[in-house]
């Protein structure tokens, strides 16, 4: 039987008294595995595998982001506070197994674009999601790891996303056994 999570609440270990923070429109299928809020803590995003809400509390502003981009199996989210970015890693879109990362701003999440969209039809595991910046030359990367499940293959991408550049390069790609 699985359990339908439906809310944000807040405990009090003391009291034991529970407070509801928010109540989501439609229940998540199963626990979210990420919950990256803005630096305020008033916009998030938060999933599971099989489930992907961005949520504004000031606006009460719900969006179920699987649905809105067709989007499946998240493994990894993060957010990027200076330029006040979501980053969504997914192993699926349209029902394609592949590689894919979506970019959605913090206040726009209806105009996110997609950075990457590898179609490999391959499942992926173990990732991981950074970003780096060098202040002093202006320039924004991310690092994306993954291992490819079955034919076990360890991969890197690197990833130019300056601010300054409308076009994303792809700086460097490993794939190792």
Same mark, same amino acid.
């Given at each position: ?5 439906? $809310? ?9 008294? @529970? ?10 299928? %199963? $626990?979210? $595995? ?21 949520? +504004?509390?000031?606006?009460? $502003? ?8 067709? *989007? ?12 006040? *970015? ?7 879109? #349209? ?8 970019? @959605?701003?913090? +206040? ?25 910046? #060098?202040?002093?030359? +202006? ?23 300056? #601010?300054? %550049? ?12």
């Amino acid at each position: 039987m699985f359990a339908k999570i439906d $809310q944000i609440f807040c405990l009090n270990f003391v009291t034991e008294e @529970m407070t509801t923070i928010f109540k989501f429109k439609e229940r998540f299928l %199963s $626990q979210p $595995q990420f919950f990256h809020p803005n630096e305020d803590q008033t916009i998030l995003v938060t999933a599971s595998n099989r489930d992907g809400v961005y949520l +504004n509390m000031r606006t009460n $502003q719900e969006i179920d982001i699987d649905d809105t981009y067709n *989007i499946a199996a998240i493994k990894e989210i993060t957010y990027d506070e200076d330029d006040k *970015i979501f980053y969504i890693l997914t192993n699926k879109l #349209n029902e394609k197994l592949g590689f894919f990362v979506l970019s @959605m701003k913090e +206040n726009d999440p209806e105009g996110a674009k997609f950075l990457i969209k590898w179609k490999n039809k391959l499942d992926i595991g173990d990732t991981n999601f950074y970003v780096l910046r #060098n202040r002093a030359e +202006n320039l924004k990367e991310i690092i994306i790891s993954f291992k490819t499940i079955y034919i076990n293959t360890y991969n890197v991408v690197c990833m130019d996303v300056s #601010n300054n %550049s409308e076009e994303f390069n792809l700086i460097f790609r490993h794939e190792s056994f």
